[in-house]
């Protein structure tokens, strides 16, 4: 029973950059790397059609830190109107004043 080997990302875009050089043929470089040539081909054609997105957008901790940012704005105002509801309520006496 063979079992399928995984790539990290960091691994494929060392390989597809080094196809991209065009330094060494396919079968050197899946020689060196120990991949087959046809993953290195796929690599490569990822690589090079993908390429443009890193520049266009922000990366992902950028966008990942700015949704963490806009939650937390959120949850900011939703704690703010609870205690202004939970305030007003006891005011009005239908909801009884807690202990803080």
């Given at each position: ?5 995984k ?10 950059i ?12 899946s ?26 957008s ?27 509801c ?5 005011k ?5 004043p807690s202990?803080?």
């Amino acid at each position: 029973m063979t079992h399928k080997k995984k790539y990290t990302a960091s691994f494929k875009a060392q390989v597809a950059i080094e196809a991209i050089k065009e330094s060494e043929t396919l079968s050197e470089l899946s020689r060196r790397f120990e991949v087959h040539p046809q993953l290195i081909s796929n690599w490569k054609r990822e690589f090079l059609s993908r390429g443009a997105e890193i520049f266009s957008s922000k990366a992902p901790d950028e966008e990942a830190a700015l949704r963490e940012k806009l939650l937390y704005e959120k949850i900011g105002r939703l704690e703010v109107e609870v205690d202004f509801c939970k305030r007003a309520s006891e005011k009005l006496g239908i909801l009884k004043p807690s202990k803080r």
